[in-house]
């Protein structure tokens, strides 16, 4: 077998050329990365002042002193509403909630009210003067405390009279 013949190794690049080069990459690198470095911030004088805690007041606990049942307290009711005076329905004029029409006699009481689109018995009867409960006597035949009224619906308005 034959020995590798081994050449002579010349450097490419030489000792003082690689000191230079790696002078410029360091210098290049450290200009690089001054810009990312924001300056210090203003130094701060912070103030800080400690108070104490309160400790909570003990509160005594109530302890019976008697065994006595409590007195009860009387009860006393209110005064009965006054009673609410039936009479005859009143228009004053259509309002939201009652815009429909109304029939009256040849004296001008009135006799009839048409339910229209939108109406609410409770507003046709502030409409009339009258009470929501004296309204309801005067139309049986209207069910659900008037939450049942319908478009076209005839509502009696004449006191004197059931329908």
């Avoid at 490419?12 to 990365?33: D, F, K, N, Y």
């Amino acid at each position: 077998m034959t020995e590798p013949t081994t050449w002579p190794r010349v450097p490419l690049v030489s000792p003082r050329a690689r000191a230079i080069l790696a002078i410029g990459v360091a210098a290049l690198t450290a200009t690089t990365l001054s810009g990312c470095v924001a300056p210090p911030p203003p130094p701060v004088t912070i103030v800080v002042t400690q108070t104490p805690t309160p400790k909570p007041t003990p509160v005594p606990v109530p302890t019976a002193t008697s065994l006595d049942p409590p007195t009860p307290v009387e009860i006393v009711p209110n005064d009965p509403a006054p009673p609410v005076v039936e009479g005859p329905a009143s228009d004053h004029g259509p309002a939201e909630g009652a815009m429909g029409p109304t029939t009256s006699d040849a004296n001008g009481s009135l006799l009839s009210y048409t339910v229209v689109q939108g109406d609410v018995f409770f507003n046709i009867a502030q409409r009339f003067d009258l009470p929501q409960q004296q309204l309801l006597r005067m139309n049986p035949s209207i069910h659900g405390l008037g939450l049942d009224i319908y478009i076209g619906d005839v509502v009696n308005l004449d006191w004197t009279t059931t329908r």
